[in-house]
Each structure stands twice: as structure tokens, then as C-alpha cells.
T-cell receptor
Framework: GQNIDQPTEMTATEGAIVQINCTYQTSGFNGLFWYQQHAGEAPTFLSYNVLDGLEEKGRFSSFLSRSKGYSYLLLKELQMKDSASYLCAPMDSNYQLIWGAGTKLIIKP | GAGVSQSPSNKVTEKGKDVELRCDPISGHTALYWYRQSLGQGLEFLIYFQGNSAPDKSGLPSDRFSAERTGGSVSTLTIQRTQQEDSAVYLC?????????????FGPGTRLLVL
């Protein structure tokens, strides 16, 4: 079957760094997406990884290891506005995104 | 259009009534998706369209739910004889649905409340 595993909730301090891990099992693989979703809003695209390694985009970086079925999202210099849910979504062989329940990130001052 | 739009933004209805939700995808996007999200929960896939056809209807929760897409653009999701458990945010997304450009872009959602 297809499965996504992320922590349900994480707490971090403003200005710090946090890493959100995701492990997945899918039928085939065509890359992995990370989305951010603020409470009461729609998800917005953050990153896409298809090859192993680290993709850096400003304060956010995303890492992928296809052999381990593992990805993480790294957020640096945390700001209060980063409080949101972060959704890991691998794409299967049918180009279908498989959605996890997401990780709720709480930033404290 | 510049982004995915959905209407209405909010809908309150009485149990047993039918509702119709509309989605306008990003111009040129061939794939269109419907999801449902209950409060504090993850995304629940309902259906997707490639052009006007729906290859995957596996997520529709019951035969009260149906969807169509015309002209490869606008889609409507219809819920007949609504039940209280249908209350949720209904999200629409569109994409090119291929290897490198499969990013799904979401609309703002329709918040449905069934009384």
C-alpha cells in the first residue's frame, strides 16, 4: 500500500532551525512535493525533489533519499509566520500525489 | 486566469438539499483535482480529471457525490441529499500532471456547512 509518515506536531523557537522528516512508501515514484498550509487556508507549493540530495530555496531546503524513501524539510531563521502545517506528498507512478496528514509546526517567541 | 478560483467561498445548507461547487482551474492546466478537508485533518482525495475525463473516481465517498468537467476547464462537484458529515472544506487544484510540472496549485476552497 501507499503510506506517508510525518510527525503530527513540532514546536520550535523563533530564529531557530527545524527539520521536518517524512518517510513514504508509494507505487512507483515521480518526485516528492512539500506544501505549506496555514490554518484556514489552502496548501501552497514549497518545493519539489526528484533526484537525491538537497534543494535550497532561501530559508527553506528540502532533501530526498529515494533509496530510503525519506525526505526532510529544513526551515532556517524561523519566523512567527512559519507557524503552519507542512505536508509531504510523494508522486506515484500515475503522477498522483499521495498526501500525508501533515506536520503542524508551532513557533514560539 | 492567474490562479485557481472556486465558488462559492462559503455555503450553508440544510440536510437533504443538493449543493453544487464550482472550480475554475489555471488556464492551460489539463489536470484538475477535488479534495475534501475536515477541520484539523489531512487532504482526502475525491476525484481527478485529465481533460474532461475522470480516470480515477476512487475517492468519491458515496454515490451522492458526482463531478463533471466541460471544455477541459471548469469543473463542478455536486453533492446530492447532503448530510451533516459532508461538512468540510472542498479544495480544488489544477496542474499539468506530468513528471516535471506536476505541481498542484490550489484554489481557496469552499467551506460547506450542512445543518
Amino acid at each position: 500500500g501507499q503510506n506517508i509518515d510525518q510527525p503530527t506536531e513540532m514546536t520550535a523557537t523563533e530564529g531557530a532551525i527545524v527539520q521536518i522528516n517524512c518517510t513514504y512508501q508509494t507505487s512507483g515514484f515521480n518526485g516528492l512535493f512539500w506544501y505549506q498550509q496555514h490554518a484556514g487556508e489552502a496548501p501552497t507549493f514549497l518545493s519539489y525533489n526528484v533526484l537525491d540530495g538537497l534543494e535550497e530555496k532561501g530559508r527553506f531546503s528540502s532533501f530526498l533519499s529515494r533509496s530510503k524513501g525519506y525526505s526532510y524539510l529544513l526551515l532556517k531563521e524561523l519566523q512567527m509566520k512559519d507557524s503552519a502545517s507542512y505536508l509531504c506528498a510523494p508522486m506515484d507512478s500515475n503522477y498522483q500525489l499521495i498526501w500525508g496528514a501533515g506536520t503542524k509546526l508551532i513557533i514560539k517567541p | 486566469g492567474a490562479g485557481v478560483s472556486q465558488s462559492p467561498s462559503n455555503k450553508v445548507t440544510e440536510k437533504g438539499k443538493d449543493v453544487e461547487l464550482r472550480c475554475d482551474p489555471i488556464s492551460g492546466h489539463t489536470a484538475l483535482y477535488w479534495y475534501r478537508q475536515s477541520l484539523g485533518q489531512g487532504l482526502e482525495f475525491l476525484i481527478y480529471f485529465q481533460g474532461n475525463s475522470a480516470p480515477d473516481k476512487s475517492g468519491l465517498p458515496s454515490d451522492r457525490f458526482s463531478a463533471e468537467r466541460t471544455g477541459g476547464s471548469v469543473s463542478t462537484l455536486t453533492i446530492q441529499r447532503t448530510q451533516q458529515e459532508d461538512s468540510a472544506v472542498y479544495l480544488c487544484a489544477s496542474s499539468q500532471r506530468d513528471f516535471a510540472t506536476g505541481t498542484q496549485y490550489f484554489g481557496p476552497g469552499t467551506r460547506l456547512l450542512v445543518l
